[in-house]
């Protein structure tokens, strides 16, 4: 993303106010809790990125 028109700043501790652009993740994500949840066999979920993107949020 182009830190000009990045809407955040990062900062330790500090959530942004939405997850912009984050839905297939949401929803990835959610799915291996559900199956973890129901005692399924799940891979490991690594996310990447630049620094101050919102890997941690």
Do not use: C, W
């Amino acid at each position: 993303m182009d830190p000009v028109r990045n809407p955040y700043a990062p900062g330790a501790g500090q959530r942004p106010p939405e997850l912009a652009g984050r839905d297939g993740e949401l929803s990835a994500f959610d799915v291996v809790l559900e199956r973890i949840a129901h005692s399924r066999p799940e891979r490991s979920v690594v996310l990447t990125g630049l620094r101050g993107v919102g890997k941690t949020v």
